[in-house]
């Protein structure tokens, strides 16, 4: 595991892909969202070093009259004009992989400083009742010690927590976040379905949804850069049995690494 106490998946995709729904399926499960989007609000809010940035590079007029920066506008102005997009990803990108890192560092302490367990019960809870609780998965780490006397084997347990968490970031690969975690998986649909939901769901013109989507590493090359793809073509009943699986198999991978 990258950080110690913690299990990260990489969750990617493209723009309109349905990686937001997986999100709060994984998060349902149990698991500790890292919510890349999020982040980059959160470093260019009005004050920030990032905010300070934005604004000296594209102008005043991307503000709202509350002072913070209109996205649309600023998307307007970015997304068909490379060298704009390669400007304001250059003062974004490095701030969010700090923030990241930090939230990652801080998560680790706080499961290995939690890693001795209480030998409370799991509660069931989460999607098909998995037990979890509070993205901590918990195992028996069973150690043997042999008695001089009697040759016999006595176990002694050990309970230990590993907390699992989705980094959610439709440019993982993009910006290298990518070597942060653990496993990569990759939400997937056609690219009509794309357009369609990014269409209706943002009310772009067909000419802003595509040079949206062209922004973006395309959709096969992040299959063919991950782990695990998730088809989410289907109905949603068919990608939570996807996504249950996955939860279930991490799982399990997690159990075999604390027995090494």
Known sequence: MKYSGLYVIGLTGGIASGKSTVSRMLRELGAVIIDADEVSREVVSPGTVGWRRVVDAFGPGILRP????????????????????????????????????????????????????????????????????????????????????????????????????????????????????????????DPETQMERLIRRNGYSKTEALSRISSQMPLPEKERLSDVVIDNRGDPESTRKQVLALWQEVRRKIRRIAMQ
């Open 66 to 189: 509350d002072g913070t920066i209109n996205r649309r506008k600023l998307g307007g102005m970015v997304f068909g004009d490379k060298e704009a997009l390669d400007k304001l990803d250059s003062i974004i990108h490095p701030l969010v992989m700090a923030r990241v890192e930090e939230t990652l560092a801080e998560l680790s302490r706080e499961s290995v400083e939690g890693k001795e367990g209480t030998g409370e019960q799991e509660n069931a809870v989460g999607m098909e009742g998995v037990a979890q609780q509070e993205g901590m998965v918990k195992m028996e780490d069973a150690g043997e010690k042999r008695s001089a006397g009697e040759g016999q084997v006595e176990r002694s347990r050990k309970k230990l927590n590993v907390k699992v968490v989705v980094l959610d970031a439709p440019l993982l690969f993009e910006v290298g976040a990518d070597k942060l975690v653990d496993e990569v998986w990759v939400v997937s649909v």
